[in-house]
DNA sequence: CCCGTACGCTTGGTATGCCAATCACTTCGC
DNA sequence: GCGAAGTGATTGGCATACCAAGCGTACGGG
């Protein structure tokens, strides 16, 4: 659990990538700025890693730059390649999760289909 | 005294979303919040629509309540949430496989709770 | 030469995320 | 009854996301 006692600024990550992406969209910080009605400040400091950015900021980013929020999610470190499948594995763990995930239920028949499947589960003990 | 301004009541789904979730799960905002190690005091404040959380605490909070970080991005209107068809199907059979693999049921236990299962979940009319 | 304009970056302030401490309430066992 | 232990909600304050305004440079063109 040891923080990492980084002095290194390797950010290469999220702001990297934004910043690439600009730089490939041939656009100015400012010009950026104008499009995702944020501040050029604050992109310049995003995209250097000085700052995290918050969803909504990330949002306006990938759309002005046409990339998926997906793809900006992933470098931010949340949605690390895991996907619907993987997590449709892991829900296959426990029949709880399968249960709460499943959109084809609605927010009474998910609860009602908890309560029977735990009243059917062999009670532990 | 009785001044109750009902136009607050729409915190958009997320943190009503969350809300659902863990009580589904069967926790308590303190046992959530030692499992997501965030305050029990901001996630009452998010699960009521008063804040939104960074990505770090969604990620905390969709990895706490087994749910897919693309899910609780989608009610924080962030991804539109598209793959509709197909996470659709793939989590009905989600479902149903983590109903018969349930090392918890008993084989009668079993068919009635894919009896259940199939007569609460939405069918396409 | 100076402007004028473009660039990225820095700075000081405001808004908001987030937490420790505490509240009011309910449910227990004694 | 009374306290211990549980619940969700509120509050004061520190940390950080975010912006308006400005700085320093580099590029033209009069």
Redesign the pocket.
Known sequence: MAEEPESDRQQTGLGGYIRLQ??LAD?????L?DLT????????????G?????????RSIADALNLSADTLLAKAGMTSGRTGRDAAAEAEYTTEAAIRNDPELGPEERETLLRVYRSLRRSPR
Not at 37 to 48: D, F, I
């Open positions: 600009r730089q656009l100015s910080l400012r010009q700025a009605k944020v501040s050029n400040a604050y992109l310049s400091q995003v995209e250097r000085l700052h995290q950015p918050s969803l909504r900021v990330l």
